[in-house]
């Protein structure tokens, strides 16, 4: 099958040349690296509403930084996105509104901007703000008839409206995204007022809910959520994602328990016939490159890895065996993004856009 059937948005990290050049810098191929480069900024570089890690500047900033210092005019790109994202999100806060999931998720908002401030080699005011707002998603936002929490939003992943509005609970779209740069901040001794308390804030909230891919209103209103029903576990949405972001919150809040549970949640999801049956693809972000990724980083943060080296040789087989069936040629969505997991290297740290190192 040949790749002009699924054209690449060159400026996009899930599918486009941006993410392919992930898979050649992280194996010392930079003459490929420049070519898929200059395939992705051919037509400048957007900066504008749409831009995020995964895609325009910021996007194009993870990749340079995975080989060499960006330069001024990406950076200086970024920060100006970075900026205007924090100021359309101090506006909506003060009209009282709820936000969309686009202003603050991973894929699109300033959580992954955020994950993107702290590869920098030094903490800037900027990756303080994002940090205090991310911490402000925390508060309970009041409603006509009752609070909601302060990353409930009104609309879907597509911009669909939700009857009574959602809480995500992914670690693409959801709350789980937050809760993880927290985290990760807090290991790096970065820390902002209030920030152990939003960890445990989003962490008790997925201990609640996490089970769902999404809570809503008729969940908050019963005295217990309902069972959730079967659903593919994986990066994005699933207890295997949630149960990464959740040990991350161990370790920032020196939670043994927590870290605890959260091990053997991976363990239990990934040695399930029941889950693995519904896992289709070979991708990092719904299939078996995710998921071995995802079971790396937890072992290395485990003080028993040995318990994962089953589980991490069974997920490797299933990726090795069925990454050739993926049309299209990106990194997400992909054969580069497979690819990368099936190498199993993190020279650059590549896997830290992924919020799970």
């Not at 480069?37 to 194009?60: E, I, K, Q, W």
């Not at 894929?107 to 080699?121: E, M, S, Y």
């Not at 597509?158 to 009857?163: D, I, K, S």
């Not at 920032?252 to 889950?275: K, N």
Request: proline share 7%; glycine share 10%.
């Amino acid at each position: 099958m040949t790749n002009t059937i699924f054209p690449p948005r060159t400026q996009d990290l899930s599918e486009g040349a941006l993410g392919m050049a992930l898979l050649d810098i992280e194996r010392g191929e930079l003459p490929a690296a420049r070519r898929h480069l200059a395939r992705a900024t051919a037509h400048g570089v957007s900066a504008g509403g749409n831009a995020s890690l995964f895609h325009g500047a910021p996007a194009l900033e993870f990749v340079l930084a995975r080989a060499t210092y960006p330069g001024p005019d990406v950076r200086g790109a970024v920060d100006r996105v970075v900026d205007a994202r924090l100021a359309a999100a101090r506006r909506r806060r003060e009209s009282g509104a709820l936000p969309d999931l686009a202003e603050w998720d991973h894929i699109r908002g300033l959580t992954g901007l955020g994950a993107l401030l702290l590869t920098r080699p030094a903490p800037s005011a900027r990756l303080t703000d994002v940090l205090a707002y991310l911490v402000a998603l925390s508060l309970p936002v009041p409603t006509e008839d009752r609070e909601l929490p302060g990353w409930w939003s009104a609309v879907g992943t597509g911009g669909e409206e939700l009857a009574g509005g959602h809480g995500n609970n992914g670690l693409a779209h959801g709350i789980a995204g937050p809760l993880a740069v927290l985290s990760l901040a807090a290991l790096q001794d970065l820390l902002v007022p209030g920030q152990h308390d939003a960890i445990e804030v989003f962490a008790h909230w997925l201990d609640r809910y996490g089970g769902h891919y999404w809570t809503t209103r008729q969940h908050l209103d019963a005295a217990k959520p309902p069972e959730p029903e079967p659903t593919r576990q994986s990066w994005c949405y699933g207890r295997s994602g949630i149960a990464r972001a959740q040990q991350l919150a161990a370790l920032a809040l020196g939670d043994p328990a927590r870290r605890q549970a959260a091990e053997d949640t991976v363990v239990l999801t990934l040695t399930d016939p029941g889950h693995l049956a519904r896992i289709t693809d070979a991708t990092l972000c719904h299939g078996w490159a995710g998921l071995v990724t995802l079971a790396r980083a937890v072992a290395a943060d485990s003080p028993a890895p040995e318990r994962f080296t089953s589980v991490i040789d069974d997920l490797h087989q299933r990726l090795a065996t069925s990454l050739d069936r993926l049309p299209k040629p990106g990194f997400m969505e992909g054969r580069s993004g497979a690819q990368l997991a099936l190498e199993g290297t993190n020279t650059t740290n590549w896997t830290s856009v992924l919020l799970i190192t």
